[in-house]
């Protein structure tokens, strides 16, 4: 056995100090506190939507089974299991999707405004725009699109409400959202 100096040990504290990183606990509860409030809405969201989701099976699994609780407490209790096995998963996709959601997010309204650009370029650019339009999302209905775009065009020209724009942008994010 051998014997350690007083100057190894304060070598060896000193490395493993810059290691550790410490954090409080009431850090811990925030970060907990927030993947419960992104489980909370995405116990709320549409199937279809989690589709989109690069979700683990367990977590996706708690999600589903979410919609069949009815009980507040057990919803509460299950809210805090989901939080849980967020702490495993890759938050930043899911945190991405939820602010594109959220009406007040800077993403939101820059999401919104980029449908909006899509719309009107392809009332007043015509064929170019459809092009790159169709480029962009190959699983449009080319001709249908078309329609929308040729009822919008006609509406634009005799001066009426803009009803077929609308239905074009409908149209327009119901294919971002696939």
Same mark, same amino acid.
């Given at each position: 056995?051998t014997?350690r100096? /007083?100057n190894?040990?304060?070598?060896w504290?000193?490395?493993?100090?810059?290691?550790i990183i410490?954090?409080?606990?009431a850090?811990?509860?925030?970060d907990m506190?927030e993947?419960k =409030?992104?489980g909370?809405?995405?116990?709320?969201?549409?199937?279809?939507?989690? =589709?989109?989701?690069?979700? !683990?099976?367990?977590l996706r699994?708690?999600?589903?089974e979410?919609?069949?609780?009815?009980?507040?407490?057990?919803?509460?209790?299950h809210l805090?299991f989901?939080?849980k096995?967020? /702490?495993?998963? =890759?938050?930043e996709?899911?945190?991405?999707?939820?602010s594109?959601?959220?009406?007040?997010?800077?993403?939101?309204?820059? !999401?919104? !405004? /980029?449908?909006e650009?899509?719309?009107?370029r392809l009332?007043?650019?015509?064929?170019?725009?459809?092009t790159a339009?169709?480029e962009k999302?190959?699983?449009?209905? !080319?001709q249908h699109?078309r329609?929308?775009?040729?009822?919008?065009?006609?509406?634009a020209? /005799?001066e %009426?409400p803009?009803?077929?724009?609308?239905k074009?942008? %409908?149209?327009?994010r119901?294919?971002?959202e696939?």
């Amino acid at each position: 056995m051998t014997k350690r100096s /007083q100057n190894d040990d304060l070598a060896w504290d000193e490395e493993e100090q810059e290691e550790i990183i410490y954090v409080s606990r009431a850090e811990l509860k925030r970060d907990m506190q927030e993947l419960k =409030d992104m489980g909370s809405r995405l116990m709320d969201m549409k199937p279809s939507m989690l =589709d989109k989701l690069p979700l !683990h099976d367990r977590l996706r699994a708690a999600l589903d089974e979410s919609k069949r609780i009815k009980s507040m407490n057990a919803r509460k209790r299950h809210l805090g299991f989901i939080g849980k096995l967020m /702490q495993d998963q =890759d938050i930043e996709p899911i945190k991405e999707l939820l602010s594109r959601l959220d009406a007040t997010s800077d993403e939101y309204n820059r !999401h919104f !405004h /980029q449908l909006e650009r899509w719309r009107d370029r392809l009332i007043t650019d015509g064929q170019p725009a459809l092009t790159a339009f169709l480029e962009k999302y190959p699983e449009a209905e !080319h001709q249908h699109v078309r329609q929308l775009v040729r009822n919008a065009q006609k509406e634009a020209a /005799q001066e %009426k409400p803009p009803a077929a724009a609308r239905k074009l942008f %409908k149209y327009i994010r119901e294919l971002d959202e696939i």
